[in-house]
C-alpha cells in the first residue's frame, strides 16, 4: 500500500530545495505532481465533460505570497505542460479567487500554491475541480498512486502543452461579487488586516468598489509575514482590535490569513467575533430574507464540521433549517452540500463557502455578506449578534511527539481513557461520535480530540452548557491524559 501524499487540505509541508524523500515539499516534487496530475487528468478525459474546452486540457495555477511558492509553480507548470496540459497562470491571487476563476476560465482543473495560515517555512498545493471545490480523498488517492507508482503519461516533444498568464482576474472576482451584492458603502469605516498575504490587493479593490472608507493594516505583500503570523487567531489579532477599541470611526475590522481562504471579523469595540456565532447569524438572515419572497419556500440546508458549537442547532433548526455534520475541512464541507443540496456551509477556522458562487471557501464574497446585512438592517455586526447566543468554547493545539496518523489503535486508547475520566468525574458520556477524531457528548456538554490534518498537532475542543471555567477544566483533564498515553 503506498502512502498517500494528501492531507485533509492538499500537500503541507516544509519546503527544502532538495531531498531523496517526501517528508519535505521540493521542487522536484512539485515537478513529478504536475505529471501525476496530467496523467490523472488525461486518463479521465472521455469521462468528463470537459467545461467548454475545446484545446485540450486546461490547467489554471494561482500562488500565494510565501518565497518558496514560485520554484512549486515553476516545476508544477514543468510537470502539467509535459504531460500535454496547457497552463494558465494567475500569479499572486487569493484561494477563493482561483476557485472562482475555473468556470470562467474554462478549466478541467486548478491548482493553488499554497500553505494557507500555515507559518513561512511551509509551502503547499491544494487542486480544484471546475466547480471551484477541492479534489476529493478518491481523486487525490488516485493522483497519489500515480505520483508514487511514477507510471506517467508519454508524450512526444510536440505534445508539449502551452503556459499562458492571465491579467486582472481579481477584478473579474471582484465584478462576480459586485454583481449579485449591491451595496451603498459610503457610511461604513472599516479596517483591514490582510496579514501581508495575497488579499492586500483584492480586499481593498472590494471595498473601494461599495464606496467604503477604509484603512490597511499588514497591506503589504510578503511572505516573511513581517506584521503577524498568517492564522488570523486572537494571538495575532492584538493589533487590529487594539486599533478598533481606541478608534471612534471604524464599524468593523476584518483580517485575513495568507491565502484568504479564512476571514475573521471583529465589531467596532474590537471584540473577535466567533465564526460560528456569524455563521449562525448569515445563515438566519438569509432565510429570513428569501422567506419572506413570495413562493420562495424551500428546504434550507447548512453543512458544518463535528467540531463548530451546538449553538448553531439552537439557532437554526427553530426557523426550519437543517444542520448537517461532517467531518473537519472545507472539502468535506463542500462535499456534503453539494450532496445534500446546501445553501451555506462554514467551520469555525473562519472559512464560509456559498454554492450560489462556487464551492470554495469564498472570504471576498463573505465580506461583501456580512456589509449587505449590516446595510440592509442599518445596524452595527455588533448589535446583529445579539440574537445569537455564545456558548463556553475552549480550544488547545499540543504538538504530536511523533507525527503519525491516528490509527484504530490509537483512537481506542483515547477512548479507553477518556470512559475512565467521565466515569471518574461522574459525567455520563451520551453519544461517542468517531467521524473525525473522536468526540464525547456528555451530560454537561461535549469535548472533541482530534489530529490535525494539515500540521502535527493534536487539537482538543469542547464546549460546556454551564460556563467557561467547567469547559476549560474538561480539557485540561484531557490534556493531561493525552500526555500519559505519549501523544503529546
Avoid at 472562482?100 to 500555515?118: E, K, R, V, Y
Avoid at 476571514?263 to 465564526?275: A, H, N, R, S, T
Avoid at 445596524?379 to 456558548?391: A, E, G, M, N
Amino acid at each position: 500500500m503506498t502512502k498517500n501524499i494528501f492531507g485533509t487540505s492538499g500537500i503541507r509541508k516544509v519546503f527544502l530545495n532538495y531531498s531523496e524523500s517526501d517528508l519535505m515539499f521540493t521542487p522536484h516534487m512539485a515537478l513529478d505532481v504536475g505529471l501525476a496530475l496530467g496523467t490523472y487528468l488525461n486518463m479521465h478525459r472521455k469521462e468528463r465533460n470537459n467545461n467548454g474546452s475545446k484545446n485540450g486540457i486546461n490547467v489554471v495555477i494561482g500562488r500565494d505570497i510565501r518565497i518558496s511558492a514560485q520554484p512549486i509553480e515553476y516545476s508544477l507548470i514543468s510537470g502539467l505542460i509535459s504531460a500535454g496540459c496547457n497552463v494558465k497562470t494567475l500569479g499572486i491571487v487569493t484561494t477563493p479567487t482561483l476557485a472562482m476563476s475555473l468556470n470562467i476560465l474554462h478549466a478541467d482543473a486548478g491548482c493553488m500554491i499554497t500553505a494557507s495560515h500555515n507559518t513561512p517555512e511551509y509551502i503547499g498545493l491544494k487542486f480544484w475541480k471546475p466547480s471551484g471545490m477541492g479534489y476529493t480523498p478518491k481523486q487525490e488517492e488516485e493522483i497519489s498512486r500515480i505520483y508514487d507508482e511514477k507510471k506517467f503519461i508519454k508524450t512526444e516533444w510536440n505534445q508539449i502543452g502551452k503556459v499562458t498568464h492571465v491579467n486582472d482576474i481579481n477584478d473579474s472576482h471582484i465584478n462576480s461579487v459586485t454583481e449579485v451584492i449591491q451595496i451603498n458603502g459610503e457610511k461604513y469605516n472599516v479596517i483591514v488586516d490582510p496579514g501581508n498575504g495575497s488579499s492586500c490587493d483584492i480586499v481593498p479593490k472590494l471595498l473601494s468598489s461599495y464606496g467604503i472608507n477604509f484603512t490597511t493594516l499588514n497591506a503589504n505583500m510578503s511572505g516573511l509575514f513581517p506584521g503577524r503570523l498568517s492564522e488570523p487567531s486572537k494571538e495575532n489579532l492584538i493589533q487590529i482590535s487594539r486599533f478598533l477599541k481606541i478608534s471612534r470611526e471604524e464599524d468593523i475590522g476584518i483580517a485575513l490569513d495568507g491565502d484568504a481562504d479564512r476571514v475573521i471579523f471583529l465589531d467596532e469595540k474590537g471584540e473577535i467575533i466567533d465564526p460560528i456565532r456569524l455563521l449562525a447569524l448569515m445563515a438566519k438572515y438569509h432565510i429570513e430574507k428569501n422567506n419572506s419572497i413570495k413562493n420562495n419556500q424551500r428546504a434550507w440546508k447548512l453543512v458544518t464540521p463535528i467540531n463548530s458549537s451546538s449553538l448553531i442547532e439552537d439557532v437554526l433548526e427553530p426557523i426550519g433549517c437543517e444542520v448537517i455534520r461532517c467531518e473537519v475541512g472545507d472539502i468535506k464541507v463542500a462535499i456534503e452540500l453539494r450532496k445534500r443540496g446546501g445553501f451555506l456551509g462554514g467551520e469555525n477556522s473562519g472559512t464560509y463557502i456559498w454554492p450560489e458562487m462556487h464551492y470554495g471557501p469564498d472570504s471576498i464574497y463573505t465580506i461583501a455578506k456580512v456589509l449587505q446585512m449590516m446595510s440592509d438592517s442599518d445596524k452595527s455586526l455588533r448589535t446583529l449578534l445579539q440574537d445569537i447566543p455564545q456558548y463556553p468554547f475552549y480550544r488547545s493545539n499540543f504538538r504530536l511527539k511523533n507525527d503519525i496518523p491516528f490509527t484504530s489503535k490509537i483512537t481506542s486508547k483515547i477512548i479507553k481513557t477518556m470512559k475512565e475520566t467521565f466515569d471518574y468525574l461522574d459525567l455520563e458520556i451520551k453519544n461517542i461520535n468517531q467521524m473525525d477524531g473522536c468526540r464525547f457528548d456528555h451530560d454537561e456538554g461535549w469535548i472533541l480530540i482530534r489530529r490535525s490534518g494539515t500540521s502535527p498537532y493534536l487539537r482538543i475542543s469542547g464546549e460546556s452548557n454551564k460556563n467557561m471555567e467547567k469547559s476549560i477544566e474538561i480539557n485540561k483533564i484531557a490534556e493531561k491524559k493525552m500526555k500519559q498515553l505519549g501523544l503529546i
